[in-house]
């Protein structure tokens, strides 16, 4: 019911910026809170950065004071603005959306993104 199609990744020097882009369609109003995990090569995926219906953010530590997360809710989409970037930040990212359906019943599900692959280069 809810879809998220991501895009904005790329590659990118150590110290450059990307936005990341998260277009939600569906049932946009059953989404209590959005974010982003991300997988580096050969390791488990971890937890980036959150935002909740009332714009509280959390950060992972190690992207604090240079990533951002946003969202503008009149294209339905949230951002993840990167900045300062790291050979340590390259991964595929992945945006999230928890979803909690009312009718017919109570039902809670997370949707993904497709992820999109972000290269940061020494």
């Known amino acids: 019911q809810v879809e998220l199609v991501e895009s904005g990744g790329g590659l990118v020097q150590a110290g450059g910026a990307l936005r990341l882009s998260c277009a939600a369609s569906?049932?946009?109003?059953?989404?209590?809170?959005m974010g982003w995990f991300r997988q580096p090569p050969g390791k488990q995926r971890e937890l980036v950065a959150t935002i909740t219906t009332g714009d509280s953010t959390n950060y992972l530590d190690s992207v604090k004071g240079r990533f951002t997360i946003s969202r503008d809710t009149s294209k339905n989409t949230m951002y993840l603005q990167m900045s300062s970037l790291k050979p340590e930040d390259t991964a595929v990212y992945y945006c999230?959306?928890?979803?909690?359906?009312?009718?017919?019943?109570?039902?809670?599900?997370?949707?993904w993104g497709q992820g999109t692959q972000v290269t940061v280069s020494s």
């Open positions: 999230y959306a928890a979803v909690s359906i009312a009718a017919p019943r109570v039902r809670a599900y997370t949707a």
């Open positions: 569906g049932s946009v109003d059953a989404i209590n809170g």
